[in-house]
């Protein structure tokens, strides 16, 4: 199964604070035994919210706001994708992440083929599967 | 450049909720969407969450790490999924969200993601190469 470990942070909050080299450090270690241990299938960090923009849906034409979201508490930071046996697992290593004040981890689980069937109709589900391949063949 | 799209919707709209869109509908909708992103060669990844239900939040308070179990019924939104776009511009990010094909209440962020340059001279340049290796060898593992 797969989880999704969504780093939640305080903006804010976060760029009053100039980014500390031990920290760099300490996550280069986290991710290193991560791969290590056989894991992790994806990790990424986001830039600032002021290179972003929200589109949002509630008329006929979507809405779009430039960043940054200064109205939001808590925004996504980064993420990793963990293959694990189990749930506990990706707890472990949720709790092992190298942390500053303020944040938080989400721990997500990621939907899987099997999660949509008999929910969506099987024709998509059969495309969505020669997406998956497609896909994977153009960025593998 | 690589950008996020990051779907957050009250968790009341996830499938099976009481406000989810009709299905078939909205499954066919969205397929004929990653097809186009596919077909422009600009997908590389795109992931659905199950409900926060299947989730647990992990909070660190300086000392150790306390877990909180799902659902998060206190978050007003929550993701929902997300696609990496490779593209050429922001603007081309914003003009593929603005394409999605979801309802009223849903907000798509589109974020950047940082590229090895956004952190040199930020971070230890020996973290920076060891990085690199490690992001290789995730990738050889993948297409094993």
Same mark, same amino acid.
């Given at each position: 199964?797969?989880?999704? $470990?969504?780093?939640?942070?305080?903006?804010?909050?976060?760029?009053?604070?100039?980014?500390?080299?031990?920290?760099?450090?300490?996550?280069?270690?986290?991710?290193? &035994?991560?791969?290590?241990?056989?894991?992790? $299938?994806?990790?990424?960090?986001?830039?600032?919210?002021?290179?972003?923009?929200?589109?949002?849906?509630?008329?006929?034409?979507?809405?779009?706001?430039?960043?940054?979201?200064?109205?939001? +508490?808590? $925004?996504?930071?980064?993420?990793?994708? $963990?293959?694990?046996?189990?749930?506990?697992? &990706?707890?472990?290593?949720? +709790?092992?992440?190298?942390?500053?004040?303020?944040?938080?981890?989400?721990?997500?689980?990621?939907?899987?083929?099997?999660?949509?069937?008999?929910?969506?109709?099987?024709?998509?589900?059969?495309?969505?599967?020669?997406?998956?391949?497609?896909?994977?063949?153009?960025?593998? | !450049? =690589?950008?996020?799209?990051?779907?957050?919707?009250?968790?009341?709209?996830? !499938? @099976?909720?009481? %406000?989810?869109?009709?299905?078939?509908?909205?499954?066919?909708? !969205?397929?004929?969407?990653?097809? %186009?992103?596919?077909?422009?060669?600009?997908?590389?990844?795109?992931?659905?969450?199950?409900?926060?239900?299947?989730?647990?939040?992990?909070?660190?308070?300086?000392?150790?790490?306390?877990?909180?179990?799902? *659902?998060?019924?206190?978050?007003?939104?929550?993701?929902?999924?997300?696609?990496?776009?490779?593209?050429?511009?922001?603007?081309?990010?914003?003009?593929?969200?603005?394409?999605?094909?979801? @309802? *009223?209440?849903?907000?798509?962020?589109?974020?950047?993601?940082?590229?090895?340059?956004?952190?040199? @001279?930020?971070? *230890?340049?020996?973290?920076?190469?060891?990085?690199?290796?490690?992001?290789?060898?995730?990738?050889? =593992?993948?297409?094993?």
């Amino acid at each position: 199964m797969r989880f999704m $470990l969504l780093l939640k942070y305080d903006e804010a909050a976060a760029m009053a604070t100039p980014p500390d080299p031990a920290m760099f450090e300490e996550m280069g270690r986290f991710n290193t &035994a991560m791969v290590d241990a056989g894991v992790l $299938l994806a990790g990424e960090g986001l830039t600032p919210s002021s290179q972003g923009a929200a589109v949002t849906f509630d008329g006929e034409e979507p809405t779009v706001s430039d960043g940054p979201f200064t109205e939001a +508490k808590e $925004l996504v930071g980064g993420f990793w994708i $963990l293959k694990v046996d189990s749930l506990a697992e &990706a707890l472990s290593w949720a +709790k092992r992440a190298p942390f500053r004040s303020g944040e938080r981890l989400e721990v997500r689980r990621v939907a899987e083929a099997e999660d949509f069937e008999g929910v969506a109709p099987q024709e998509v589900l059969d495309a969505e599967e020669e997406l998956r391949a497609r896909q994977a063949q153009q960025h593998g | !450049m =690589r950008y996020m799209l990051i779907m957050e919707a009250p968790e009341s709209m996830a !499938m @099976g909720g009481p %406000d989810a869109p009709p299905q078939d509908e909205i499954f066919e909708a !969205m397929s004929r969407y990653n097809n %186009d992103l596919v077909e422009a060669g600009v997908l590389l990844a795109a992931e659905g969450l199950t409900p926060s239900s299947d989730g647990f939040l992990v909070t660190h308070d300086g000392e150790g790490a306390s877990v909180t179990d799902g *659902p998060f019924s206190e978050a007003k939104e929550l993701v929902a999924g997300f696609w990496i776009l490779e593209v050429s511009s922001r603007e081309e990010a914003v003009q593929w969200a603005r394409r999605c094909p979801i @309802g *009223p209440g849903v907000t798509l962020q589109v974020r950047r993601i940082a590229e090895m340059a956004d952190l040199e @001279g930020i971070a *230890p340049a020996e973290v920076l190469d060891a990085e690199a290796t490690l992001r290789r060898r995730v990738a050889e =593992r993948e297409q094993v």
